[in-house]
């Protein structure tokens, strides 16, 4: 019989998260009222048939009855993530009032304590009442919202949780990045229920009410315990945002150098808190009240809600990521099971949460973290069991340190195909890594739970210089790895097609080796072939393209002239932040086979006050940042107005070209006086920093 049909929550999840992915896909369109009538005579015919009202023709036609239930279940995964979507449930009368550009007078309630970003703190509210000064109405709202608060505010460490304020600001909606190829930032707030944001200043908010204090607030208090106990403390300062990251997953005090060792190490696993991190504090329980298992009578129902009290507690207190969701749920199936000494099939265990997880938040399905947690995870139940079984080393040492490895490499296996193609980054040495990182984790986390459970205490000064030690050295660790020749391969562009087909062949050899058919090694080696095969599609398309894109970036212009596997990046300003270029060229540089060392890349850099013409396969592109005095008639396929250049129709008499572009380095404002007087002219115009990237590629 096949070992899936012994998994039921499996058979149960896979439809019900295609149905969740379904709606992401169709662009977020609740179902039609026939849908939801076709849905329900399925389930009425469904019921008929099991009920036998409604017998079968034959034996023959029994998949009918699975085919409903599948049907069904995707149905359900759809109509899940439809019902529960906040942006549906709201009215559009706040997005219209954000479309004028209005200011508008806002009451809503935190959901969550702010946390430092880059140049700004964060949370989110929802909102309650809004009131529009254009026609003095006052309506209710139940909107979702991003709230940025700006820096420099003393009275942000007073909020909490459950805190009512009052705002007075216009409200933005979010926009996709105009970059080809680049994160869709509007699309995951989409997924999170969230499509306006709101900045605010010291002067355009007040606090009105404080929250009750419930779980919610307990939360917020405890995490803002942990980050000033940290702050406050004589750790280096390197090690105080690695340990917000290990302990509470808060990485935006982490060193942008660490996180970039960590990542091309291969070790970012350890800074997202995760089922390690579950499983360490589980064993910390299991170490300090083990004992209370052999008392019969009340002793494993103590322990087994010790246990559950301390995964959960710590679950919450990280901000519930996917990752510890995951990890939480399955640990409360498993401990639950062993302390009722019943039998636990891990996968179907593992699916059991995952099913429990999309039906509160469907939107699950595309985080990147739940998305390779269960990837992980599966990777470890289903694979470790078989190559285990190739070597059983005698020593006891050399055991733990195969199954370390063993670990490794079947989450790398399962993994590496989503993650290289999100970070389109392979870390080589991800065993070295782990053998190292992982041992020392559990001390890192350890040390760090007592040096905050005993501040108060005298022993306190010797478990935080203790705390500072384990971090310095998993920090020496990682960076060790990332200093060894080719720590990483960078660059490596894997499309959908191609992800899809390394999971199946990863899949399939899994059920191979299980003994579930021998044709699923040849499906598996069908799918490396059609992999293999694409990706040689690219590479020849890839020789002999043209592309030119002039990419969005703030107070910058930055232009690749691309041909064949060659570069020429063009900025206008020698002091863009490389941080900025990467972010917004990174991925189709990197679809385009220009990012890694083995293409031919040059810069150049124009200062103010400079024409520069450059020559392309794809037609002659002039810089302009001046107007030239003397010279007519200038011919190019595509003029680039950078700078800042004031508006001028001079310019159009003197320079003749097919598309005129206002680039990234102009500030609003002029840009749109730039485009009315193109159009004015009957000029055809690019605004960057309205329209987003422009890119002309060869036919």
């Not at 359900?76 to 009032?97: I, M």
């Not at 300090?288 to 494993?300: A, E, N, Q, V």
Request: hydrophobic share 50%; proline share 4%.
């Amino acid at each position: 019989m096949s070992q899936v049909g012994n998994l039921p929550f499996l058979r149960i999840t896979i439809p019900f998260a295609v149905g969740a992915a379904l709606y992401d896909k169709l662009g977020f369109q609740p179902a039609p009222v026939y849908v939801w009538a076709i849905a329900l005579v399925m389930f009425l015919l469904f019921t008929l048939i099991v009920l036998r009202m409604i017998p079968l023709p034959s034996y023959r036609m029994r998949w009918l009855t699975g085919a409903l239930v599948v049907v069904l279940l995707i149905f359900a995964g759809y109509a899940a993530w439809s019902l529960r979507d906040p942006v549906n449930q709201a009215g559009g009368q706040l997005k219209e009032l954000a479309v004028s550009g209005d200011k508008l007078a806002l009451i809503g309630v935190l959901e969550q304590t702010p946390e430092r970003k880059t140049n700004s703190w964060a949370s989110t509210m929802r909102l309650l009442a809004c009131h529009s000064s254009r026609d003095s109405s006052t309506f209710e709202v139940s909107d979702k919202i991003m709230v940025y608060f700006a820096r420099g505010q003393d009275s942000l460490t007073l909020l909490n949780p459950g805190d009512t304020l009052c705002l007075f600001a216009r409200i933005n909606s979010f926009r996709k990045s105009g970059n080809p190829e680049a994160f869709d930032y509007a699309r995951f707030m989409r997924r999170k229920g969230i499509t306006m944001s709101v900045y605010l200043d010291s002067l355009n908010w007040t606090r009105t009410g404080s929250g009750k204090q419930g779980l919610a607030s307990m939360i917020g208090e405890a995490r803002k315990s942990i980050y000033t106990t940290v702050n406050s403390s004589a750790l280096n300062e390197e090690n105080k945002g690695l340990a917000l990251a290990i302990l509470i997953g808060v990485k935006n005090e982490l060193d942008e150098d660490v996180n970039r060792s960590f990542a091309t190490a291969g070790a970012i696993h350890v800074l997202c808190v995760s089922g390690l991190h579950v499983g360490i504090i589980f064993m910390m329980v299991n170490m300090l009240f083990g004992y209370l298992k052999r008392f019969r009578r009340w002793g494993k129902p103590l322990f087994l809600l010790l246990g559950l009290t301390a995964i959960w507690s710590y679950a919450m207190i990280t901000g519930l990521p996917p990752s510890v969701n995951r990890a939480s749920v399955m640990f409360s199936f498993m401990l639950t099971g062993k302390m009722m000494k019943r039998k636990n099939n891990s996968m179907n265990s593992v699916a059991a949460s995952a099913f429990i997880l999309l039906l509160n938040e469907p939107a699950l399905i595309f985080n990147i973290g739940f998305q390779l947690s269960y990837l992980a995870v599966t990777g470890i139940i289903t694979m470790f069991p078989e190559l285990s079984k190739i070597w059983v080393p005698g020593n006891r040492v050399l055991l733990k340190i195969r199954d370390l490895a063993l670990v490794s490499i079947c989450a790398q296996l399962f993994t590496f195909p989503v993650a290289v193609s999100t970070f389109n980054i392979f870390p080589n040495y991800f065993i070295l890594t782990n053998l190292l990182v992982i041992p020392i984790t559990g001390f890192v986390i350890y040390s760090g739970i007592f040096f905050l459970v005993v501040k108060i205490m005298p022993v306190h000064l010797w478990l935080e210089y203790l705390f500072d030690l384990m971090l310095s050295l998993m920090r020496w660790l990682v960076a060790l790895v990332d200093m060894l020749p080719g720590s990483s391969t960078d660059g490596i562009a894997l499309s959908s097609m191609q992800v899809w087909l390394l999971l199946s062949a990863i899949f399939a050899v899994l059920l191979w080796i299980k003994g579930e058919g021998k044709r699923l090694f040849l499906v598996a080696i069908v799918s490396l072939l059609i992999c293999v095969a694409i990706n040689i599609d690219h590479s020849v398309k890839q020789n002999t393209q043209s592309a030119i894109v002039f990419y969005e970036v703030k107070r910058a212009g930055v232009t690749d002239l691309i041909a064949g596997k060659n570069r020429l990046t063009i900025t206008t300003h020698d002091s863009v932040p490389e941080r900025d270029v990467v972010f917004a060229a990174k991925s189709f540089r990197i679809k385009a086979g220009v990012y890694s060392e083995k293409s031919i890349n040059s810069e150049l850099v124009i200062k103010d006050r400079s024409l520069t013409l450059a020559e392309h396969p794809l037609g002659a592109i002039l810089f302009v940042n001046s107007i030239p005095d003397d010279i007519c008639n200038v011919e190019c396929r595509i003029a680039v107005i950078g700078s800042r250049l004031y508006p001028d129709s001079l310019l159009f008499n003197r320079i003749s070209a097919e598309i005129w572009v206002v680039d990234g380095s102009m500030g609003t404002y002029r840009a749109g006086q730039w485009q009315k007087l193109a159009e004015s002219s009957g000029r055809r115009f690019w605004n960057i920093s309205e329209q987003g990237a422009l890119q002309i590629l060869s036919k």
